[in-house]
């Protein structure tokens, strides 16, 4: 089992910069791809980033490609999400999570076991 929290959400004008941290309880972090997913009002959770167990992957949306940056630290079981030049468009609930399966499937919602409860990203104009 693993519990996932995040914090450091807020608000923000665009063209600024923002980063959220997830952090996870219990020792087996390192097992885990951790992936970062967002969902605005009336629309479906979307994929943002993604990043390996050992940390050495990353995978982004092409929506914020060159733009964040998932990073990880296991000592600390804790995972990151930098978001720089952030746009009115990024608003919204970011969640992290956990997956134990395939991380080629990372970009997909059912590959993830666990979720955290989420903390909202608002860009103002």
């Known amino acids: 089992q693993v519990q996932l929290v995040e914090s450091g959400g807020g608000l923000v004008q665009a063209g600024g910069s923002l980063s959220v941290s997830c952090a996870a309880s219990?020792?087996?972090?390192?097992?885990?791809?951790m992936g970062w997913f967002r969902q605005a009002p009336g629309k479906e959770r979307e994929f943002v980033a993604a990043?390996?167990?050992?940390?050495?992957?990353?995978k982004y949306a092409d929506s914020v490609k060159g733009r964040f940056t998932i990073s990880r630290a296991n000592a600390k079981n804790t995972v990151y999400l930098q978001m720089n030049r952030l746009k009115p468009e990024d608003t919204a609930v970011y969640y992290c999570?956990?997956?134990?399966?395939?991380?080629?499937?990372?970009?997909?919602?059912?590959?993830?076991?666990?979720w955290g409860q989420g903390t909202q990203v608002t860009v103002s104009s």
């Open positions: 990043i390996s167990s050992g940390g050495a992957y990353t």
């Open positions: 999570a956990a997956g134990s399966r395939s991380y080629s499937t990372a970009n997909d919602r059912g590959a993830y076991d666990y």
């Open positions: 219990g020792r087996t972090f390192s097992r885990y791809y």
